[in-house]
């Protein structure tokens, strides 16, 4: 059988496909109908492609478990034939030399229906009939059985006998994945199937592997042969599982497997946090943005570690991914697990404190036992500064906010230190690590300072601590807010906006990050260059005028900053288009890294950033206590009401509702167990302060 497990060079070659598409497909949206492949299907809660002329058709999604993550590289070729392989990543086997990327990979691309007998023929001229996807990739496919016997009947062809379904998902707590094929006899004939015995097993050189070698093994589960009459079906599963090479293999349950995964779909994260608004598309993409941005926590030896994913990144943590960008989420979305590792990545940050105020590590990796700086200090601590002060606020626990004060504190107060002669934080490099230009500081570091210091003087208050605390922390965001716009605002490709550093003189998608903090001085310039043709592609946003590069998340924080700034018709449209593409267009269904880099991984954080979009942005939430927070919506126009369902933040299970009246203001209804029920009205752009 290994025949069968080697690479598909040619796979791997369509799947090339999908990189070079996103460079030759730029500028402007796809419109709803044109060019959209796929359709949303359950009530949002699923997307369908039915393949037709639009084939062949390469793609790649992952899906991740506590011990596993399956990137399933899959298509359709011209003949309609379905061809994937798998990328499995195993975070907690570890290799040799045990840093980043040093979770044990193995790829297959095991043809499983070529070893299948029926009537001692091989199924053949396989027509994929759909494909959808809800956290769990279901293919079906209709199959003739054997060659044509005759010129007449090879003239005549054979109508498809046999329909089969596949089933691709992770193990939710194993070093396992799981599949099955479900074989249904649609014909008028009864077919004798044989399903063969099947194994396949590698073991690792053990000089590279951490703990010496480990196993990697397939197995079907349901061999023998089996009588199919017409009308029925037979089904038998397949496992790959990975471990070390003195640990006992296990036989897995399907049926149990199954269910974990779909209760972690369906209980833990689709009741919570639930978007109702007039747009299908923006309440389908929100849900799988939960999905993906939940899924991906690995459970480690020093605890729940959220993982970037994209076949490199397990194991360890970020200041930027993790910190600052999915951590604030995930008390809104309730979700425990991402909870545990939100708290454990700034606990372990937290040990890297100390009282020289040297740099902390941009990254905590191999389970915890290394670090990576390897590109200096990128604004370290003012992510941590920032994204920590927002977790503790919405997670509504004094004990929390205990816990993460003192980091907090180092954080400021490392910024502090770090203000150049004009005010403004030095850092060496920003999150991208150097890729870009950014000077000898830059308008990202900046303005997340800033944002800390509001947070941590709210937290302050929160914590009863002295007024002169959050009275200096006030005092500094002014200085900061002042510096700012004196150091950083500027005209820039005929836009009033700002600079990303000193000699900047394109514009950079990074611009967007004073509008999400509050920063209102070049508002207008700002929007309009966001939205301005410089910048945007049908991807979302460049990263850097004249360029061809694009990275999600600062697509993901211009949509927040242009809700947040009010525009809310302007962002609409962006979103919209936006999420279109990625949920229901070539490359789906999640929020993707960049391209070229990573070829559009799918990665976790990023999911967490759109929903804070909605959150932030549409919604206008912002933490100003441990039950309390502001709520500036930013409703577009064309919509009459929109909800949030079950916000779990604050320590709390609550709902917000916003609906447009007669004379144009919003009325703004708070419910929930244990909470007053509360209703405003509110002028369009006006801010309310909720108490719950």
């Known amino acids: 059988m290994k025949q069968i497990l080697v690479y598909t060079l040619s796979l791997m070659a369509a799947c090339m496909v999908l990189d070079m598409h996103a460079q030759t497909h730029s500028g402007g949206f796809p419109q709803d109908g044109n060019e959209l492949r796929w359709k949303l299907s359950d009530g949002g809660r699923a997307i369908v492609w039915t393949p037709g002329t639009d084939i062949p058709h390469y793609d790649h999604v992952e899906m991740t478990g506590e011990k596993v993550s399956m990137v399933l590289r899959w298509g359709v070729d011209a003949d309609g034939a379905f061809r994937c392989e798998r990328s499995l990543v195993f975070p907690t086997l570890r290799k040799i030399p045990n840093d980043t990327h040093a979770s044990l990979v193995w790829r297959t691309a095991a043809d499983i229906p070529s070893t299948l007998s029926v009537e001692g023929m091989s199924l053949d001229r396989e027509k994929v009939t759909e494909v959808r996807f809800d956290g769990i990739m279901t293919v079906k496919s209709l199959w003739n059985v054997g060659w044509t016997r005759s010129g007449a009947d090879r003239k005549a062809g ?71 009459a017409p009308g029925k079906r037979i089904s038998f599963d397949v496992f790959f599982q990975a471990g070390k ?61 959220h993982a970037p994913g994209g076949e490199v990144f397990y194991a360890a943590i970020w200041t930027n991914d993790q910190c600052e960008y999915v951590n604030p989420f995930y008390p809104f979305a309730g979700y425990d697990k991402g909870n545990l590792s939100a708290e454990n990545s ?10 020289d105020y040297r740099p902390i590590p941009s990254s905590i ?16 601590a003012a992510m941590l500064a920032c ?21 907090i504190e180092w954080c400021l107060e490392y ?37 800390g210091l509001l947070s941590a003087a709210y937290l302050a208050e ?35 906006t700002y600079r990303y550093y000193e000699g900047n003189d394109v514009l950079r998608s990074w611009i967007c990050l004073p509008l999400v903090v509050g920063l209102d001085y070049h508002r207008e310039g700002t929007a309009a ?5 410089e910048m945007m592609t049908r991807n979302g946003l460049l990263t850097a005028q004249g360029d061809s590069t694009f990275w999600d998340r600062s697509t993901l924080y211009a949509l927040r900053g242009l809700f947040c700034a009010g525009y809310s018709d302007e962002a609409y449209a962006f979103m919209h288009d936006f999420s279109a593409w990625r949920l229901l267009g070539d490359h789906v269904p999640y929020m993707i890294e960049a391209w070229p880099e990573g070829a559009q991984r799918h990665l976790s954080a990023e999911g967490g950033l759109y929903c804070r979009i909605v959150t932030e942005g549409i919604f206008g939430i912002r933490p100003t206590g441990l039950s309390s927070f502001t709520l500036t919506p930013s409703m577009p126009s064309s919509w009459g009401r929109m909800a949030l369902r079950h916000i779990k933040a604050f320590g709390r299970d609550f709902d917000i509702s916003v609906s447009r009246l007669p004379s144009g203001r919003l009325e703004v209804s708070v419910t929930g167990p244990g909470i007053s029920p509360q209703r405003h009205t509110v002028l369009e752009g006006g801010t309310l302060k909720i108490v719950l």
Not at 193 to 222: H, L, Q
């Open 415 to 451: 910024c502090r230190r770090h203000k150049t002669a004009d005010g403004v934080v030095a850092s060496d490099t920003d999150e991208l690590e150097g890729r870009f230009p950014s000077g000898d500081a830059n308008l990202s570091t900046s303005c997340l300072y800033y944002d």
């Open 158 to 228: 054979y109508e498809p006998e046999i329909e089969m379904v596949r089933t691709f998902f992770p193990s939710s707590d194993k070093l396992l994945t799981c599949e099955r094929y479900e074989l249904v006899n649609i014909g008028k004939r009864a077919f004798e199937v044989n399903i063969p015995e099947y194994c396949c097993r590698y073991v690792t050189d053990p000089a590279k592997g951490k703990d010496g070698s480990y196993y990697v093994r397939g197995d079907i589960a349901g061999t023998g042969n089996y009588y199919l």
């Open 529 to 533: 260059a966001l939205l301005g043709p």
């Open 346 to 355: 700034y606990r372990l940050f937290g040990t890297f404190m100390n009282e």
């Open 462 to 496: 929160s914590m009863g601590l002295s007024r002169d605390v959050s009275r200096e922390y006030r005092a500094e965001a002014e200085r900061m807010k002042t510096a700012i716009e004196k150091y950083f605002g500027a005209e820039v490709s005929g836009y009033e």
């Open 245 to 305: 090479a003195a640990d006992d293999v296990i036989a897995p349950d399907f049926g149990a497997e199954y269910s974990a995964r779909r209760s972690f779909i369906d209980d833990s994260i689709a009741p919570a946090l639930v978007l109702e608004t007039p747009d299908s598309i923006l309440n389908s993409a929100f849900r799988f943005a939960k999905i993906r941005a939940c899924e991906s926590i690995i459970k480690t030896k020093n605890g729940y570690m």
């Open 387 to 407: 994204g920590a002060s927002r977790y503790a606020l919405s997670s509504g626990s004094v004990e929390t906010a205990r816990e993460l004060w003192p980091l």
């Open 365 to 380: 990796i191999a389970e915890g036992d290394d670090i990576w700086a390897g590109a200096g200090d990128r604004g370290d």
